[in-house]
């Protein structure tokens, strides 16, 4: 595992000449925590110093200061600078411009100096979205840069603003895509030169909080949509609400199995716990969407028939077919056990009210004719059968797709009227 520090490069200040830039940083006196660097001129040192990283990413375009970066480190790495190459350098950068190539400086010789897990990137300017979407795939260089559990430390500090905002959502990405490394991330980093002159110093904030909301933000939509809530339980655990997360854990489970009871019951605990938990964590923007959430299954008034047609509702509109489909079969049979008087749980009773749709006095009701378009579906789901080539409509995908809201509707009808008939 290495700590991993990921900076973009700018073109300097203006502090001397106020018509151009100086081509270096401006000296100033960081301050991380109660820890002061008095004259640093690359924060990305401070930083390297300050966390004991053990490599630098630099990220910059063709216009970046690179002769600074190389001569500081060479400096501050007791490196023999190379005269010649770093006057080269400069003279080449001087005569670029936004639509420069890639290729028209080497920063091999920067990247030696830097040493191991070190690397340099150039990006273009972003001034379009080809410019934008090639930028991401250079950025993206840092996946195969990374090892298993690397942690990496972002600096926001310099170069352009849109820059840092674009490195700040692709390192997001890069997490979520790759995730089978486990990479961490330990800080994002912005010194706030704005203020140095009220303060006497540089304070150089974590903004990591923020980088958090994007966890929280994806955690609220795995849960509003597919009722997925270990993202929003893992992040409540670090925020020592464990009974909330364990609460939300086993709604989620009760979901993925489809156990109606355990929906019903783990709601209503959890809405209990929502009504009177005071929560300080980012969660409390998220609360409303949660309670939402719950008060869809924590109807414990409502008939099992309702509930469960109401279940496979929801599941079908956030495209969980097979679930839907099954428990909207199942529905059905329940509906038929209420309105004959019959054990809902009894699997006897269950058996007969299938027997019962198919005899001849009622095989032509409303009732018995989506069941018999419903449950072939739920069969062939059931055993992995679903046969998305053939022209029968109760065999194929896109026909069992298309019609779920559908068949859902119409037993919602027939359920209203308390007989096998929608009327």
């Known amino acids: 595992?290495?700590?991993?520090?990921?900076?973009?490069?700018?073109?300097?200040?203006?502090?001397?000449?106020?018509?151009?830039?100086?081509?270096?940083?401006?000296?100033?006196?960081?301050?991380?925590?109660?820890?002061?660097y008095p004259q640093s001129r690359f924060i990305a040192s401070v930083l390297y110093e300050h966390f004991?990283?053990?490599?630098?990413?630099?990220?910059?375009?063709?216009?970046?200061?690179?002769?600074?970066?190389?001569?500081?480190?060479?400096?501050?790495?007791?490196?023999?600078?190379?005269?010649?190459?770093?006057?080269d350098l400069a003279c080449k950068i001087d005569n670029l411009t936004h639509d420069s190539d890639l290729d028209s400086i080497d920063l091999s010789p920067i990247e030696k100096v830097l040493g191991e897990r070190s690397k340099c990137i150039l990006i273009k300017y972003g001034l379009d979205q080809d410019e934008l979407w090639e930028n991401f795939d250079r950025i993206f260089q840092i996946v195969e840069l990374l090892q298993p559990g690397d942690e990496i430390y972002i600096d926001i500090t310099h170069s352009f603003r849109s820059l840092s905002l674009f490195l700040f959502l692709t390192i997001t990405f890069i997490r979520d895509l790759a995730s089978e490394k486990q990479i961490k991330i330990a800080g994002v980093y912005y010194g706030m030169l704005d203020v140095s002159r009220e303060l006497n110093y540089t304070p150089v904030v974590d903004l990591k909080p923020l980088f958090d909301m994007t966890s929280w933000i994806k955690g609220?939509?795995?849960?509003?949509?597919?009722?997925?809530?270990?993202?929003?339980?893992?992040?409540?655990?670090?925020?020592?609400?464990n009974q909330l997360a364990n609460q939300i854990e086993q709604l989620s489970q009760s979901l993925n199995i489809n156990s109606v009871n355990d929906i019903k019951q783990n709601s209503s605990i959890l809405r209990?716990?929502?009504?009177?938990?005071?929560?300080?964590?980012?969660?409390?923007y998220l609360k409303n969407i949660l309670e939402n959430f719950v008060n869809k299954f924590s109807r414990s008034s409502a008939k099992e028939s309702e509930y469960q047609l109401e279940l496979s509702g929801w599941y079908f509109d956030n495209h969980r077919y097979s679930t839907g489909y099954i428990t909207l079969a199942e529905a059905i049979i329940t509906y038929l056990c209420e309105i004959n008087r019959k054990n809902i749980k009894s699997k006897g009773c269950?058996?007969?009210m299938k027997d019962l749709l198919h005899k001849r006095e009622n095989i032509t009701s409303d009732l018995a004719q989506l069941?018999?378009?419903?449950?072939?579906?739920?069969?062939?789901?059931?055993?992995?059968?679903?046969?998305?080539?053939?022209?029968?409509?109760?065999?194929?995908?896109?026909?069992?797709?298309?019609?779920?809201?559908?068949?859902?509707?119409?037993?919602?009808?027939?359920?209203?009227?308390?007989?096998?008939?929608?009327?």
């Open 1 to 36: 595992m290495a700590k991993i520090l990921i900076s973009s490069v700018g073109v300097g200040g203006r502090f001397k000449n106020q018509h151009i830039s100086d081509r270096e940083y401006q000296d100033a006196c960081y301050k991380i925590g109660d820890t002061p």
């Open 52 to 87: 004991q990283l053990d490599g630098i990413i630099f990220i910059g375009t063709v216009r970046s200061m690179w002769e600074e970066v190389y001569r500081f480190f060479c400096e501050t790495n007791g490196v023999q600078k190379d005269d010649e190459y770093w006057l």
């Open 371 to 423: 069941y018999l378009q419903v449950n072939p579906i739920r069969k062939s789901i059931a055993h992995a059968l679903l046969d998305i080539s053939s022209g029968n409509d109760r065999g194929s995908l896109s026909n069992a797709i298309n019609n779920a809201k559908n068949y859902q509707q119409t037993a919602k009808q027939i359920f209203s009227t308390g007989t096998l008939n929608k009327s």
């Open 220 to 241: 609220a939509y795995s849960l509003q949509s597919y009722g997925d809530g270990y993202l929003i339980a893992e992040l409540l655990k670090y925020q020592n609400e």
């Open 350 to 352: 269950r058996e007969e």
């Open 272 to 284: 209990k716990s929502l009504q009177t938990q005071i929560v300080k964590t980012p969660f409390k």
